[in-house]
């Protein structure tokens, strides 16, 4: 039903989005950006910011930073994965019951893997990213619960679970789980994982009721489901590498963060998710002292300047981070450069078609190069 709902609130976005025209490119271009290069300081940021920027725009947001002229500009490319080491990382008990190579879309030379195993489980394998469920998961509603229409997790999953432990299960055992596995195929430089219980009560209440293919409804949660997600963050030179996705709207292609999420039970491991892992080729640019986050926030109200806000848009987080950048001029090529990251939500009012109307919340991200001061030309989520 999420899903659902997400397509219908997304024909509205995109006519809210092209209300801010960009020129042709990967960055909206500003006149002032030359100026913004030489205004940048040292001040230090703030913890949280609660002010008012503009009619119907409001912040409400923690601020995630680190003071820093170290900041740098990368050539990256997306990691290529061991993949006997992640097979048998995966295999244990299990055996290969089937396998299917796929040439991969934008990288004709490497094909995509996909294992199935013994057990139900399953296995895909691609540039930067890997994806295994065990039937466990998949036969559960986890994934509309932690994800809903979202391309990783609902952004109010931590507002929704306030449970900080779980009496079935050890929240070290979890962490340990997924670490485990992400040092053994090899991912490294972790930050502090984020992790977030769910407990029995709270999935019971974000089961939704529908018919499924065969005509059945899906299973209710019991307590024996009960489980911590665990979200660990790629770190780079003490900043962490954003996990948002989005679409650039310039070249038609997707640029996402990198994003790791475990989900463990009573038994351990039952889903992981890799995606948007990067090998560093070389450094562009060293030494970036980034915008200040005054500067930044000037931005985003001038991005709304020429638009008419009628439902009230809050900034709720606000970070700064590595966001890989994708080009293909020539050939595909990624970057990873420092940004400031947005996340915002707008409380919308839909029309529908028996002459009502209904509200919902959209969730998106506003990127600001920390560079140049541009807004990286973002078509949607990813």
């Given at each position: 039903m999420r899903k659902i709902l997400a397509l219908l609130l997304g024909v509205y976005f995109l006519f809210v989005l092209s209300a801010c025209s960009f020129p042709n490119g990967g960055e909206q271009i500003d006149s002032s950006s030359e100026k913004v290069n030489k205004d940048k300081s040292d001040?230090?940021?703030?913890?949280?910011?609660?002010?008012?920027?503009?009619?119907?725009?409001?912040?409400?947001?923690?601020?995630?930073?680190?003071?820093?002229?170290?900041?740098?500009?990368?050539?990256?490319?997306?990691?290529?994965?061991?993949?006997d080491k992640i097979i048998n990382t995966f295999l244990k008990d299990r055996t290969i019951v089937r396998k299917d190579e796929i040439k991969n879309v934008l990288f004709p030379e490497y094909k995509d893997k996909y294992l199935e195993f013994s057990d139900g489980s399953y296995l895909t394998i691609q540039l930067g990213s890997l994806r295994f469920r065990t039937p466990y998961f998949k036969d559960r509603e986890y994934d509309n619960v932690i994800s809903g229409s979202t391309y990783f997790i609902r952004p109010d999953l931590k507002d929704v679970f306030t449970e900080t432990n779980l009496g079935t299960i050890d929240k070290n055992f979890a962490v340990d789980q997924v670490k485990a596995v992400l040092n053994e195929i090899k991912i490294q430089q972790l930050g502090?994982?984020?992790?977030?219980?769910?407990d029995y009560k709270t999935l019971e209440s974000q089961w939704e009721d529908y018919e499924t293919k065969d005509g059945s409804q899906p299973l209710k949660f019991e307590k024996e489901d009960e489980?911590?997600?665990?979200?660990?963050?790629?770190?780079?030179?003490?900043?962490?590498?954003?996990?948002?996705?989005?679409?650039?709207?310039?070249?038609?292609?997707?640029?996402?963060?990198?994003?790791?999420?475990?989900?463990?039970n009573k038994d351990g491991l039952i889903s992981l998710t890799v995606q948007g892992i990067y090998e560093i080729e070389g450094t562009l640019k060293e030494n970036i002292t980034p915008i200040p986050l005054e500067t930044a926030l000037e931005k985003v109200k001038n991005k709304y300047k020429n638009t008419l806000i009628t439902d009230p848009i809050v900034i709720n987080k606000i970070a700064l981070e590595y966001v890989p950048t994708v080009s293909n001029d020539q050939s595909i090529e990624f970057k990873l450069i420092p940004a400031w990251v947005f996340s915002a939500k707008q409380d919308i009012t839909v029309n529908d078609k028996k002459g009502g109307t209904f509200q919902s919340s959209q969730n998106f991200t506003i990127l600001i190069n920390a560079l140049t001061g541009n807004e990286l030309r973002n078509g949607g989520e990813r």
């Open positions: 001040v230090s940021t703030p913890d949280s910011i609660n002010q008012e920027l503009d009619e119907n725009l409001t912040i409400k947001a923690d601020i995630t930073a680190v003071d820093t002229n170290n900041l740098k500009t990368n050539s990256i490319s997306l990691k290529k994965f061991n993949e502090t994982p984020e992790v977030i219980a769910l489980a911590y997600v665990v979200i660990f963050p790629v770190v780079l030179d003490k900043t962490n590498i954003t996990n948002k996705g989005y679409y650039n709207a310039g070249n038609q292609m997707n640029a996402v963060g990198s994003r790791i999420m475990g989900v463990v």
